[in-house]
């Protein structure tokens, strides 16, 4: 069970700066704040959600330092005299790549998620065209 979803080392290999363990443990706050999940739950995330996530803590770890009131900023949308700038909800507190990295996560982009469970096959495959044997013409819910 791990503590963060990457570690001091992949943020050097990924986002090409050097954090120690505090600041990436900041990030790893950051990150599970938005992903709603945690590090303990890894057994029951697939690769590809762990990969990503992992992208996101290294690039939120590298961007952090170069951010002194991250964690003192206001809600602000638009700034400048006569100049409006528009942000999304998470500009100010967190980075452009674990940003893209995070709507790579499979629960985030549809806003749900199936854990397996423990028990579960890892490689439960449903056929398509569902022509698993049923009444052909029984309606199914997807």
């Known amino acids: 069970m791990p503590d963060t979803w990457a570690t001091v080392a992949d943020v050097k290999t990924y986002a090409k700066a050097t954090v120690d363990e505090d600041e990436l443990l900041s990030a790893q706050a950051v990150i599970d704040t938005y992903a709603g999940r945690l590090p303990m739950d890894a057994d029951r995330i697939g690769a590809r959600d762990k990969y990503w996530l992992k992208l996101a803590v290294a690039y939120q770890a590298a ?16 700034t400048g005299g006569g100049q409006s700038t528009q942000g999304t909800e998470t500009w100010l507190t967190l980075a452009p790549h674990a940003t893209q990295a995070l709507r790579r996560v499979s629960w985030i982009g549809s806003g749900s998620l ?6 579960e096959a890892v490689d439960r495959r449903r056929d398509v065209y569902g022509d698993d044997g049923d009444d052909p013409g029984a309606w199914r819910g997807i």
């Open 114 to 119: 199936h854990v397996r469970a423990p028990a």
């Open 63 to 78: 961007w952090q330092p170069a951010q002194p009131d991250q964690f003192e900023r206001q809600d602000i949308t638009s």
